[in-house]
């Protein structure tokens, strides 16, 4: 079942999301060559902590750790550890936050230092897929709308949508229905809603689509190797067409 949110859900969702967005601007000050995506979790754990938020991550499903941070070809869940960045590497960090039982869910994917141009592509791909999506965040569009549009432009540019990995409601849980895939065909879902919050995240790979999951049972990874990036962002549905992007400041 989807939610539809009260005015008083969305204000506690404006405030989750703007605690992810500034973690995440935090992240993007702290990415250079060197730096552990251990010591990128820590710092993440504290801003949102100190914002008197929970890491929505860590636990979740027995995930042990505040953030995602997954590198070149991992896709999504990689686990913070004690693996360096270096120059050229692209990382996906994935980040959410509950703040007064509201969860904000959004991820970014940065370059470390100087990257390739393909990787640079594929970023910037992946990013415009998630507003080219967005275009159909509006009341009266049907959810695959949006499915749609991020598959076409991503198909367009010569990159591949991952399948087994979706969008999703977010709310008071960080997956609510429906879950929104990053590919079909138009015309089918629901219908959108004012007050519906929705978590649409592409993840966009070089090469094949296909992906698997490495033997920790996390970190999922491209099966041919190649680069994969991320982009999300909860929004909100509203009366005025324009969707509202809740996890930016
Ligand atoms: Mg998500």
């Known amino acids: 079942m989807i939610t539809i949110k009260s005015h008083k859900e969305i204000e506690l969702m404006r405030q989750?999301?703007?605690?992810?967005?500034?973690?995440?601007?935090?992240?993007?000050?702290?990415?250079?060559?060197?730096?552990?995506?251990?010591?990128?979790?820590?710092a993440v754990e504290k801003y949102i902590k100190d914002a008197d938020a929970i890491p929505t991550f860590k636990g979740y499903g027995g995930f042990p750790k505040s953030i995602c941070a997954s590198v070149n070809e991992e896709v999504v869940h990689g686990i913070p550890g004690?693996?360096?960045?270096?120059?050229?590497?692209?990382?996906?960090?994935?980040?959410?936050?509950?703040?007064?039982?509201?969860?904000?869910?959004?991820?970014?994917?940065?370059?470390?230092?100087a990257i390739s141009d393909e990787a640079q592509k594929l970023i910037d791909v992946t990013r415009e897929s998630f507003f080219k999506g967005i275009a159909y965040?509006?009341?009266?569009?049907?959810?695959?709308?949006?499915?749609?549009?991020?598959?076409?432009?991503?198909?367009?540019?010569?990159?591949?949508?991952v399948r087994d990995y979706v969008g999703h409601g977010v709310g008071k849980k960080m997956h609510e229905d429906p879950?929104?895939?990053?590919?079909?065909?138009?015309?089918?879902?629901?219908?959108?809603?004012?007050?519906?919050?929705?978590?649409?995240?592409?993840?966009?790979?070089?090469?094949?689509?296909e992906v698997v999951v490495l033997d920790n049972d996390w970190t999922v990874v491209t099966t041919d190797g190649k680069l994969s990036s991320h982009y999300e962002h909860t929004i909100l549905i509203t009366g005025n067409g324009e969707p509202e992007l809740l996890t930016v400041i």
Request: avoid cysteine.
């Open 82 to 113: 004690k693996r360096k960045l270096l120059e050229g590497d692209i990382i996906s960090v994935d980040i959410g936050a509950t703040y007064q039982g509201y969860v904000g869910d959004a991820a970014v994917t940065h370059g470390v230092g």
């Open 179 to 209: 879950p929104i895939p990053n590919y079909g065909l138009e015309g089918h879902g629901p219908r959108l809603r004012q007050g519906m919050t929705l978590a649409i995240e592409p993840m966009v790979n070089v090469g094949t689509y």
């Open 16 to 42: 989750a999301g703007r605690i992810v967005a500034g973690a995440h601007a935090l992240v993007g000050k702290l990415i250079r060559p060197g730096i552990t995506t251990l010591e990128l979790d820590r």
């Open 137 to 161: 965040a509006r009341e009266g569009y049907r959810l695959s709308d949006i499915s749609n549009a991020v598959q076409t432009y991503v198909e367009e540019n010569g990159f591949s949508v």
